[in-house]
């Protein structure tokens, strides 16, 4: 028992030496080097209306996305939908489910889509627009498995399929995220490890480049003009530049300094350290009050991207509403309001079905 609490209490100080390493970090010498950005907006309701802090607090199936060590934290199985429009006509969605198997984990499946909206084919000898019409879109496919080692550990890793598509080009890429969620003692209310202090860490889209080829980039070329014969029009293709993904390391602590029967009140933080942007930290917070016999409301809020240079992103908003149904059954309904500055805010809907 003295080496466990040693074990964690040397986690402990890792964890709060690496935390101010991650803020005071340098400034941002990679902005706008990736593709495939569609990837850092955030999904999960619950997350969203938390400032984005949940590596160390993710206990539903939008762990896939946060921390995939979060699956194992999952009491039941779930079903998720979550709702996202976003700035400039743009539509996300996240939908996921996760299936809990005692003794020997959690598995999981998701995908999202990233909808742009319709937009006009131009060239350059039509540049008011050709008539056509095309309609860019982004996509990841999850596939997700999470354990408990023991009740104070857990892992969690996530593979995925990245597809981008502009008209009749598109891209690919294969990527995996993980991540292990600690459990200790520290600062519980009921000297019970389930509510001491979490630490959480994960790293999110690491993989293979993308690259874009298609019809588009076919183009005839002349390349003898001055000369004549067969050179005109011989078949010629640009060739575009690979480019990374936007690759995530977040690690995050979070507390509960509340936990009665009817009444919680969790507290996190996380630290991000991104490699097209500057080092960030997010905060949130949730209050639950639970209703016998009916189930739970929660609310949050959170503040994200604390830290960073010009960033546009602020205060986030939002509640949940859990019922209980019969056969151990319920629904959960989720909002959240995120501030984005200048470009206005958007809102997240979610509803889940845990069984």
Request: aromatic residues 12%; charged residues 15%.
């Amino acid at each position: 028992m003295k080496q466990i609490l040693k074990y964690r209490i040397k986690i402990l100080l890792i964890a709060f030496t690496i935390f101010p390493m991650i803020v005071c970090a340098q400034k941002p010498t990679r902005v706008g080097t990736t593709v495939a950005n569609f990837l850092e907006i955030g999904y999960g309701t619950a997350g969203c209306s938390m400032g984005d802090a949940q590596v160390s607090l993710s206990n539903d199936v939008s762990s896939m996305y946060w921390n995939p060590a979060g699956l194992a934290r999952l009491k039941s199985s779930q079903v998720m939908f979550v709702t996202q429009p976003w700035i400039a006509d743009m539509n996300t969605s996240f939908t996921a489910v996760g299936i809990v198997l005692p003794n020997i984990g959690t598995f999981g499946a998701g995908v999202i889509l990233m909808d742009y909206g319709q937009m006009e084919v131009t060239t350059m000898a039509m540049q008011e627009g050709t008539g056509e019409m095309f309609t860019p879109k982004d996509m990841a496919i999850y596939v997700s498995y999470a354990r408990n080692l023991v009740d104070w550990f857990s892992f969690g890793v996530s593979g995925k399929f990245i597809n981008s598509s502009i008209w009749h080009l598109s891209a690919t890429a294969l990527a995996f995220d993980m991540g292990v969620i600690i459990k200790t003692p520290f600062f519980s209310p009921n000297d019970k490890n389930e509510d001491g202090m979490s630490i959480g860490m994960s790293i999110s889209n690491y993989g293979t480049t993308l690259k874009y080829d298609g019809l588009d980039l076919l183009n005839p070329i002349d390349v003898a003009p001055s000369e004549a014969g067969n050179y005109k029009d011989a078949s010629g293709q640009f060739r575009l530049q690979e480019w990374e993904l936007p690759l995530i390391f977040r690690i995050g602590i979070s507390v509960t300094p509340i936990k009665t029967d009817q009444h919680e009140v969790i507290l996190t933080v996380d630290a991000l350290h991104p490699n097209n942007n500057g080092e960030s930290v997010n905060v949130g917070g949730q209050y639950s009050f639970s209703i016998p016999t009916f189930g739970k409301i929660i609310l949050r809020g959170g503040y994200k991207a604390l830290f960073m240079d010009n960033s546009r992103y602020g205060l986030t908003l939002g509640f949940g509403v859990q019922s209980n149904l019969l056969f151990n059954t319920a629904l959960k309904f989720e909002y959240a309001y995120r501030d984005i500055g200048e470009l206005g805010n958007v809102n997240s809907f979610g509803i889940s079905l845990l069984f």
